[in-house]
T-cell receptor, first 113, second 114 residues
Framework: ETGVTQSPTHLIKTRGQQVTLRCSSQ?????VSWYQQALGQGPQFIFQ???????GRGNFPPRFSGLQFPNYSSELNVNALELDDSALYLC????????????FGEGSRLTVL | SQQGEEDPQALSIQEGENATMNCSYK?????LQWYRQNSGRGLVHLIL?????REKHSGRLRVTLDTSKKSSSLLITASRAADTASYFC??????????????FGTGTRLTIIP
């Protein structure tokens, strides 16, 4: 158990719809990173949030957006869903300024039909 | 894009044997980490080795790092059926924002045959 929880665990959407995924970070962690993992691939960095600000972004279009709240929990929003957005979305929490491991949640499995 | 590539992509061995996985990467790094993922679930951190370290041990795990060759290896000794999982290397470097960014490789699928 990493103390990072994600919801929902599974969801199905259709093309063009919007989705919001949620993440509660481990107690005391002030940084949240989001990753997309397509089937059979390694996780790809989407973005990171620290103190409610985006603090780095990978090669993902603007329709991928996020929020971090004062309690350090976070949301990932994806607009105008495409078939290729089908993936496991992983949230990881960490402590900014400390070089070290990420603590991952179990992920949200998104299927876009 | 993937920073690292693991080799082999898949590995099957008998229980009790040792398993070795390799990782190559492209740019300078702060540290390199190995993670494990059971099928379709979250990743679990196994071990971290800093760029100024050459070898590190943790239980049945041994990690080496060769920064001149930009490569790392993960050795799991005396494998068990419960070690069946995917293993990912991840390289950490300082981003343009001044924070540490972790980039994952493509993974090695390890199967331990009882």
């Amino acid at each position: 158990e990493t103390g990072v929880t994600q919801s929902p665990t599974h969801l199905i959407k259709t093309r063009g719809q919007q989705v919001t995924l949620r993440c509660s970070s481990q107690s005391g962690h002030n940084t949240v990173s989001w990753y997309q993992q397509a089937l059979g691939q390694g996780p790809q960095f989407i973005f990171q949030y620290y103190r409610e600000e985006e603090n780095g972004r990978g090669n993902f279009p603007p329709r991928f957006s996020g929020l971090q709240f004062p309690n350090y929990s976070s949301e990932l929003n994806v607009n105008a869903l495409e078939l290729d957005d089908s993936a496991l979305y992983l949230c990881a929490s960490s402590l900014q300024g400390r070089s070290g491991e990420l603590f991952f949640g179990e992920g949200s499995r998104l299927t876009v039909l | 894009s993937q920073q690292g590539e693991e080799d082999p992509q898949a590995l099957s061995i008998q229980e009790g044997e040792n398993a070795t996985m390799n990782c190559s990467y492209k740019t300078s790094i702060n540290n390199l980490q190995w993670y494990r993922q059971n099928s379709g679930r979250g990743l679990v951190h196994l071990i971290l080795i800093r760029s100024n370290e050459r070898e590190k041990h943790s239980g049945r795990l041994r990690v080496t790092l060769d920064t001149s060759k930009k490569s790392s290896s993960l050795l799991i000794t005396a494998s068990r059926a419960a070690d069946t999982a995917s293993y990912f290397c991840a390289t950490a470097r300082i981003s343009n924002f001044g924070n540490e960014k972790l980039t994952f490789g493509t993974g090695t699928r390890l199967t331990i045959i009882p």
